[in-house]
């Protein structure tokens, strides 16, 4: 009962909810004047924007095919998995904007928050680390069981939380990222067996700066860390030939809510917004359960430290999702 309450204060105390979200999700209310809400003591959806998807027969419907599976395993990435209806959509748009402003009450939690990250004066990538502390969209959607049960067939195991990412192209003069594998920038966690979720919040296409993904290179070398939001060609340009001749990107042009995955080797980029429309994304960050700290520092701006050779766990990194373990609970549950 204690604990009911305090779940219900903490849910009131969300900044940032419209009428309308209130409306989809028939539970929260807001009062004026609260303070600031940290969603990351919450390990549980805390609105109903998402399905819950409790049963094995409900989360039947969001397992990816044995092609789809075998497709990640051959080319390292795989595009097109519907996350988000367009009402989530709306409600996350809703939420991104309010984020945008960097007077937003909850700018404190994010982990790194650029209003401009990229290095070209001309151009502008908003990116921000930790929008699940922040609003209840971008919080229930690591819950979201078609994000989840994706997640856990491509990482063949329980699904933890790493980090949230925004990236964000305003029209006109939306910035590039530049080509890069992921784990260049997270040799701070070990083994690698990490995954991506990107999931458009526009439609992205060729013109507006979708992601480009080079098939098969999750099986190249680890390659230098370039600057994220720097020279697009800092890495294809320092390339071996071997590789440089492998180098042939497809554009992974998505309608919004769909997503991509991609594995942490794969190289990935994606080129500038020119068009009078913003191209607006939202990204997980997750490992297989099992993955260990390996620096004795804080791996986020803020979080405790979590000593080099320990699991990583505790309030910022929760697991979301164990099969295995709801099969153990109920062997008659089948799938994941
Ligand atoms: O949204 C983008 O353009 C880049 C995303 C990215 O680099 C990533 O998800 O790792």
Same mark, same amino acid.
């Given at each position: 009962?204690?604990?009911?309450?305090?779940?219900?204060?903490?849910?009131?105390?969300?900044? $940032?909810?419209?009428?309308?979200?209130?409306?989809?999700?028939?539970?929260?209310?807001?009062?004026?004047?609260?303070?600031?809400?940290?969603?990351?003591?919450?390990?549980?959806?805390?609105?109903?924007?998402?399905?819950?998807?409790?049963?094995?027969? /409900?989360?039947?419907?969001?397992?990816?095919?044995?092609?789809?599976?075998?497709?990640?395993?051959?080319?390292?990435?795989?595009?097109?998995?519907?996350?988000?209806?367009?009402?989530?959509?709306?409600?996350?748009?809703?939420?991104?904007?309010?984020?945008?402003?960097?007077?937003?009450?909850?700018?404190?939690?994010?982990?790194?928050?650029?209003?401009?990250?990229?290095? /070209?004066?001309?151009?502008?990538?908003?990116?921000?680390?930790?929008?699940?502390?922040?609003?209840? $969209?971008?919080?229930?959607?690591?819950?979201?069981?078609?994000?989840?049960? *994706?997640?856990?067939?491509?990482?063949?195991?329980?699904?933890?939380?790493?980090?949230?990412?925004?990236?964000?192209?305003?029209?006109?003069?939306?910035?590039?990222?530049?080509?890069?594998?992921?784990?260049?920038?997270?040799?701070?966690?070990?083994?690698?067996?990490?995954?991506?979720?990107?999931?458009?919040?526009?439609?992205?296409?060729?013109?507006?700066?979708?992601?480009?993904?080079?098939?098969?290179?999750?099986?190249?070398?680890?390659?230098?860390?370039?600057?994220?939001? $720097?020279?697009?060609?800092?890495?294809?340009?320092?390339? *071996?030939?071997?590789?440089?001749?492998?180098?042939?990107?497809?554009?992974?042009?998505?309608?919004?809510?769909?997503?991509?995955?991609?594995?942490?080797?794969?190289?990935?980029?994606?080129?500038?917004?020119?068009?009078?429309?913003?191209?607006?994304?939202?990204?997980?960050?997750?490992?297989?359960?099992?993955?260990?700290?390996?620096?004795?520092?804080?791996?986020?701006?803020?979080? *405790?430290?979590? *000593?080099?050779?320990?699991?990583?766990?505790?309030?910022?990194?929760?697991?979301?999702?164990?099969?295995?373990?709801?099969?153990?609970?109920?062997?008659?549950?089948?799938?994941?």
């Amino acid at each position: 009962m204690v604990r009911m309450v305090r779940f219900c204060l903490a849910v009131r105390n969300v900044p $940032g909810v419209s009428e309308r979200d209130r409306e989809i999700r028939g539970e929260l209310r807001v009062e004026e004047g609260d303070a600031m809400n940290d969603l990351s003591r919450y390990h549980q959806p805390v609105g109903k924007l998402f399905a819950r998807a409790i049963a094995a027969e /409900d989360r039947e419907k969001y397992r990816l095919s044995e092609e789809q599976v075998e497709f990640f395993r051959e080319n390292g990435y795989l595009k097109g998995v519907r996350i988000l209806s367009d009402e989530q959509v709306d409600v996350l748009r809703g939420e991104l904007e309010k984020l945008m402003d960097p007077g937003h009450v909850g700018r404190e939690l994010f982990h790194e928050y650029h209003s401009n990250e990229s290095t /070209d004066s001309n151009r502008v990538v908003f990116h921000a680390l930790g929008a699940w502390r922040v609003m209840p $969209g971008f919080h229930d959607l690591l819950w979201n069981p078609a994000f989840l049960v *994706p997640a856990s067939q491509l990482l063949g195991g329980a699904v933890r939380f790493w980090h949230d990412q925004l990236f964000c192209k305003p029209a006109r003069h939306g910035g590039v990222v530049a080509w890069h594998q992921d784990y260049s920038y997270w040799t701070r966690t070990t083994p690698l067996a990490h995954l991506t979720c990107w999931i458009g919040l526009d439609d992205s296409t060729r013109e507006n700066g979708c992601l480009n993904y080079v098939p098969g290179s999750h099986k190249w070398p680890d390659l230098p860390k370039p600057v994220l939001t $720097g020279e697009m060609d800092a890495i294809r340009d320092s390339l *071996p030939n071997e590789l440089r001749e492998k180098f042939a990107p497809v554009a992974i042009e998505l309608k919004k809510g769909e997503s991509a995955f991609h594995h942490a080797r794969t190289m990935h980029g994606s080129g500038a917004n020119d068009t009078p429309k913003p191209r607006r994304a939202t990204v997980i960050n997750v490992f297989r359960d099992g993955v260990m700290s390996n620096a004795d520092e804080p791996l986020l701006a803020g979080v *405790p430290v979590i *000593p080099r050779g320990n699991a990583m766990g505790g309030q910022f990194f929760p697991l979301l999702f164990d099969a295995a373990a709801i099969r153990k609970a109920d062997p008659s549950l089948r799938s994941g």
